[in-house]
């Protein structure tokens, strides 16, 4: 049966393990009674989940780490893999030594809280914390630890100040025209203005072959991402879509074709052995380079992205059009991403409600104004 004994001072846990070995575990000095018996309670319900680890058998973090990336190799794309990697090497060194058993909800919380106070942007440390929670959560279904901490854990919070590499920057028309005329060669110049005009991704761009262009119709059909040396498909359904093509930019795109150098991939946009481009390349040689000469502001790839988002909102596009071209999963993830760049005014939708409704011709007094007042008006005087 289990108790709590005392013994050269301090208590002593007696328990039996769910394999009907007997386990004793010493308490820390200083530890009173009643802690004592509240440990006794996690110890024995863990044994009654069947998950109870003694603590010279249970692995250390790092070790469960190794085993949770060996898990997830199969399920993810080779870069996600890498990630994933990289940032357990990097970031979750302090936890690397801790049995997984042992780590609580204020190990979790003080590992997130060094991050928060060294700066760490806080879309980074989110996407550590969804790691961390997997890695946890494996522990939990191999019965390497009895429960996540990563649960209960009190989760960053962003102070309402947007980090300046995360906040969208839009081209206006005038600043396109003079990147596209400061843009050496054919080749970047279409590039950009694919960027711009179909808001394609980089690595959709990067891997866009001439098989993908749909002539007749005048589209682009999206079908694999070039990302950190390796062709992927698109990750998503809604990723794999068509995007319409405006008339001067199929004329451009027919006379690229004609001047391509032919390569073995059938690459839309290749380096000079038909390979495909390095982007850091493309960036620091032709992309930065011909903002500067346009005098504009140094601003990030994905921002033609978005340039082309703030256009079709612009001009006045549904959200459901836009997300369809954009390859957003919703168009709920659209409104959240653009919502800030929408009018919050317009006059002219609610003219236009209200002629729906009070459908007629206006009289020229009545111009300005509202025709059920005009009724009411007319009702009183009669």
């Not at 928060?116 to 946890?136: E, F």
């Not at 939708?349 to 459908?359: K, P």
Request: proline letters at 3%; one cysteine or more.
């Amino acid at each position: 049966m289990a108790c709590v004994k005392k013994r050269r001072g301090r208590y002593v846990l007696d328990f039996y393990d769910q394999n009907g070995h007997r386990q004793r575990v010493t308490m820390k000095e200083g530890t009173t009674k009643q802690q004592a018996l509240d440990e006794l309670r996690d110890k024995t319900e863990a044994v009654s989940k069947r998950v109870f680890v003694p603590v010279k058998k249970m692995l250390i973090f790092s070790k469960v780490a190794e085993e949770w990336l060996e898990h997830k190799k199969p399920n993810v794309r080779i870069t996600t893999w890498e990630t994933f990697q990289g940032n357990i090497n990097t970031h979750f060194s302090e936890l690397a030594d801790l049995k997984i058993g042992l780590i609580d909800t204020a190990t979790i919380e003080k590992w997130i809280s060094r991050r928060q106070a060294d700066g760490m942007n806080i879309n980074t440390l989110r996407k550590l914390i969804v790691a961390l929670n997997q890695i946890m959560s494996y522990a939990v279904r191999h019965k390497y630890a009895d429960h996540n901490p990563v649960t209960d854990a009190e989760r960053p919070r962003d102070q309402g100040q947007e980090p300046e590499h995360d906040k969208i920057f839009v081209l206006k028309p005038d600043e396109i025209k003079k990147l596209l005329e400061k843009t050496e060669g054919q080749k970047y110049q279409l590039l950009f203005r694919m960027a711009i005009f179909t808001g394609m991704r980089q690595g959709e761009l990067l891997g866009l072959k001439w098989s993908d262009i749909d002539w007749s119709n005048k589209q682009v059909h999206v079908q694999r991402t070039f990302t950190k040396g390796h062709f992927f498909d698109t990750k998503t359904k809604t990723s794999n879509r068509r995007i319409d093509l405006g008339p001067v930019l199929i004329l451009e795109l027919k006379k690229w074709k004609l001047a391509c150098p032919p390569n073995d991939l059938g690459l839309v946009f290749s380096n000079g052995m038909g390979q495909p481009m390095n982007y850091s390349n493309m960036m620091n040689r032709h992309f930065f380079p011909a903002l500067k000469a346009a005098g504009l502001a140094r601003i990030r790839f994905h921002d033609l992205r978005h340039t082309y988002a703030s256009l079709m909102i612009d001009q006045g596009e549904s959200i459901k059009y836009i997300q369809t071209q954009l390859g957003h999963s919703s168009p709920m993830v659209t409104l959240n991403v653009y919502a800030h760049l929408m009018n919050s005014t317009n006059q002219a939708a609610a003219c236009r409600l209200e002629d729906a409704v009070f459908s007629g011709n206006r009289s020229q007094e009545n111009a300005t104004g509202h025709k059920m007042v005009t009724i009411q008006e007319k009702g009183v005087t009669a």
